[in-house]
């Protein structure tokens, strides 16, 4: 199975995912601005595979940084951390994993014990990423029943993580207990990471599946051909209100408005008690080239205005269940998220 | 303005819809077979448009049939009909329009006079498609506010009509009352006949508009950045469920769970009271190629399957009103309906 981000030969090894599924091309990083500029760019994208990332990043920048002493090393390793925090907005695991690296280096007691420790810390974050998603896959396979038919949205697969997904995580564990999965794929505009990324491990894996676009999973739900809904998650808010990639919401009302179970499935450290409400998480603005231009050919006409919401918000009530490494959390979820992240295995 | 579809040198004279909006190709036709292609790969599309250009198609096939006796133009005809109705079985106007011309066949004396008769019934039909339009667009502006940002999908405009709009229509004619409105506009994948389209005519129009991308439609509903929806429809069954563009469905939903108005806006030759509901809609599949590739390039991994149903169905529950040339149909729809066909004017 794949590996979307690893540490390799003293660099971090990504695969770029801009160029599936026609090419294969892997890309090896030993700048943390490089990888800084990679995550702008979506090479590397999805909310665990960032947390990996980023932490790989504060690796790389603690061996960058210049210092005589652990004060000059923590400012310069602050300049590190802004500058990856400041790729993606919305994700919460790339905050959550530029924190946890940001505790390791201040409780080293001097700078080669730091750049150490944040090297090991970031192997780690690897490691347990991957087990994590085994997890919400044997949580979440429960809820796939043998014929389902499952409807999901962007990628939030191995290549959204560091390897086996979220999303798609709990459809491998339901296929790895022998039952028959059918899944329908929204393409997902403007990137397509549904039939770019999703397509692509699909058929490496032998799990049937259907593509469609964006605006076609209405009428499947509406003729009740889709069992349930599984999506990813980029932050998760204290009430339980998703942010995930745009169109989720969309998704969300439809399965509410014709009975079909919606879940969410994702790590805890994507949950952020310290937002509110979804109303409190920000949404990244990317570029409207990315909505006239595919693949760098214009597909609109010139002159027109467009906007790029990366992401969309979608109310806690619409949300049957979310899965973790925890367990299924299900309403109310105040209580139930916050469960969750106190209780440190 | 631009003419979607007229009668020109004795030929039919087609924008080409495939090549907009890179470029303005026009297509001179003599053939009805070739028509049915055009209609086919849609080179010309939209309900309304499809209903003129199948009278025309019929009327070309009046002068290509050969017939020494009336008995034998009909024969002849017969296939001309089957050939234009086989092309696209979900736009009512399609076959609206050919059960008109047969009509106009049955009862003329000779193949002469038949003959005739047929072209001067679908230059009759251009004539009026602009003249309905034109009313459409009264009725409806009254719906439209000053300052409303109105959002549309596919194409219901001038292009899916001889000229001026059914759904666009209602737009301009509430700008032209001097109301300040703003469009949203869904790209419509697969064809994208909202960015290559409806882009392109409020870019001629001086209408400001935001493009958007099918999947951002609900995030816009959701922050209340829409006022209303108006699409087109291909075909009304007569409890008011309507068939259009894929997607329709999906804002409709949305919309509704927002408290935004969603207003059809179509010309009773789009009312088909045969159909009792939208469930005994025929809904086209196309070529899942239209999913998988993109201007000819492919965009999902080789292998993946897709779907691709060019129409949803739209419960009728869901429509605040339907917008006619006879005015403004609110429910219960089936009296509403009945009484539009049925008050010819």
Excluded at 25 to 34: K, N, P, R
Excluded at 184 to 207: K, N, V
Excluded at 213 to 223: C, E, P, S, V, Y
Excluded at 308 to 323: C, E, L, M, W
Aim: glycine share 8%; with cysteine; proline share 5%.
């Amino acid at each position: 199975m794949i590996r979307t981000v690893q540490w390799a030969d003293g660099k971090v090894r990504i695969i770029d995912q801009t160029k599936l599924p026609a090419q294969e091309v892997y890309l090896d990083i030993d700048d943390y601005q490089e990888l800084a500029r990679a995550i702008r760019e979506m090479r590397i994208r999805g909310a665990p595979a960032l947390g990996v990332a980023a932490a790989y990043g504060v690796a790389l920048g603690a061996f960058q940084v210049q210092a005589a002493t652990k004060e000059e090393f923590l400012a310069g390793l602050h300049d590190v951390i802004s500058t990856i925090g400041a790729t993606r907005p919305t994700a919460r695991n790339l905050f959550w994993a530029l924190e946890r690296m940001q505790r390791v280096a201040e409780q080293a007691p001097d700078v080669g014990t730091a750049r150490a420790r944040l090297l090991s810390e970031a192997l780690r974050m690897e490691r347990e990423d991957e087990e994590i998603n085994r997890a919400i896959g044997r949580h979440g396979a429960a809820l796939i029943l043998d014929g389902f038919r499952v409807l999901t949205h962007c990628n939030a697969g191995a290549l959204a993580t560091v390897a086996y997904g979220t999303a798609l995580g709990v459809i491998r564990a339901a296929v790895e207990d022998g039952k028959r999965v059918h899944v329908y794929i929204d393409e997902t505009r403007p990137l397509l990471q549904g039939s770019r990324l999703t397509a692509w491990e699909l058929i490496q894996d032998g799990i049937p599946a259907t593509l469609v676009t964006d605006n076609m999973a209405g009428h499947f739900l509406r003729r009740g051909q889709i069992n349930c809904v599984v999506v990813g998650a980029d932050r998760i808010a204290a009430n339980g209100d998703v942010a995930n990639k745009i169109g989720t919401y969309t998704l969300a009302v439809l399965a509410h408005e014709n009975g079909v179970p919606f879940y969410v499935a994702a790590p805890t450290s994507t949950i952020d008690l310290s937002t509110a409400t979804g109303d409190d998480i920000p949404i990244e603005e990317r570029d409207p080239a990315e909505v006239t231009h595919l693949d760098g050919k214009q597909i609109a006409p010139e002159g027109i205005t467009a906007a790029n919401p990366a992401f969309d918000v979608t109310p806690h009530r619409y949300v049957s269940a979310i899965v973790t490494e925890k367990g299924v959390l299900r309403p109310p979820y105040g209580p139930a998220l916050a469960r969750a992240v106190s209780n440190e295995e």
